[in-house]
C-alpha cells in the first residue's frame, strides 16, 4: 500500500534558524512528489512538484528536494510568516496519497 | 494562474438536511475534480474522483449514496451531502487538474460544514 509519512510532526524555530523538514515516501510507479503549504482553516497551497531523484525547486526561502525514498522541505532564514502546516503527497498509479503534515511555528 | 474556488465557504445545516457545495476552476478547464474530507489536525482523505460527464469514483468507504457528485462542465463539480447527521461535519476541500501532462492538483479554499 502506498504511504507517506512526515516528520517532524511539529517544528518551532525562531527567526531566521534554518531547518529541514522531511518525508518519506513508499510508492509504487511514483507519478510525482508534491509539496503544498495549508494554513489553518484554508485548502492547501501549491508550492512545488519533483518528478525524479536529484530534482531540485527553489521558491524564496524554500527549497525542496528529492531522492528514491524521501524528499526534504529546506526553509532557510524562515520568517513568522512562513508558518504553516507542510503537507508532502505522493502521486502514485492510483492516487494522491497526503502525508500527515508538519506544523511549523517561526516565532520572531 | 489555477485558481479554485468553492461556495460556499461555512455552511450550517440542521441533521437530516441536504447541502450542496460548488467547486469551481476560474482560469482553467477542469478535465478531472477530486472531493476530500480533512478533520481537524489530519491530513487530507480523498472521497471521490469526478471526470466531467462521468460518474465519479468513490474511495473504499464512502457512501455514495450519500455524498452526491455531479460534474456537469469542464469548470464546475458539485458535492451534495444527503441527510446530514452531526458526522458529516468536516472540512471539504476540492481539488482540480488540468489535464495538460500534469498531475499537480490545485486546491479550493474549501468549506467548513457543521451539522447541528
Known amino acids: 500500500e502506498d504511504q507517506v509519512t512526515q516528520s517532524p510532526e511539529a517544528l518551532r524555530l525562531q527567526e531566521g534558524e534554518s531547518s529541514s523538514l522531511n518525508c518519506s515516501y513508499t510508492?509504487?510507479?511514483?507519478?510525482?512528489l508534491f509539496w503544498y503549504r495549508q494554513d489553518p482553516g484554508k485548502g492547501p497551497e501549491f508550492l512545488f512538484t519533483?518528478?525524479?531523484a536529484g530534482e531540485e525547486k527553489e521558491k524564496e526561502r524554500l527549497k525542496a528536494t528529492l531522492t528514491k525514498k524521501e524528499s526534504f522541505l529546506h526553509i532557510t532564514a524562515p520568517k513568522p510568516e512562513d508558518s504553516a502546516t507542510y503537507l508532502c503527497?505522493?502521486?502514485?498509479?492510483?492516487?494522491?496519497?497526503f502525508g500527515q503534515g508538519t506544523r511549523l511555528t517561526i516565532n520572531p | 494562474g489555477a485558481v479554485v474556488s468553492q461556495h460556499p465557504s461555512r455552511v450550517i445545516c440542521k441533521s437530516g438536511t441536504s447541502v450542496k457545495i460548488e467547486c469551481r476552476s476560474l482560469d482553467f478547464q477542469a478535465t478531472t475534480m477530486f472531493w476530500y474530507r480533512q478533520f481537524p489536525k489530519q491530513s487530507l482523505m480523498l472521497m471521490a474522483t469526478?471526470?466531467?460527464?462521468?460518474?465519479?469514483?468513490?474511495e473504499q468507504g464512502v457512501e455514495k449514496d450519500k455524498f452526491l457528485i455531479n460534474h456537469a462542465s469542464l469548470t464546475l463539480s458539485t458535492l451534495t451531502v444527503t441527510s446530514a447527521h452531526p458526522e458529516d461535519s468536516s472540512f471539504y476541500i476540492c481539488?482540480?487538474?488540468?489535464?495538460?501532462?500534469?498531475?499537480?492538483?490545485?486546491f479550493g479554499p474549501g468549506t467548513r460544514l457543521t451539522v447541528l
Open positions: 481539488s482540480a487538474i488540468s489535464g495538460q501532462g500534469t498531475d499537480t492538483q490545485y
Open positions: 510508492v509504487s510507479g511514483l507519478r510525482g
Open positions: 469526478s471526470n466531467e460527464g462521468s460518474k465519479a469514483t468513490y
Open positions: 519533483l518528478y525524479s
Open positions: 503527497a505522493a502521486q502514485g498509479a492510483q492516487k494522491l496519497v
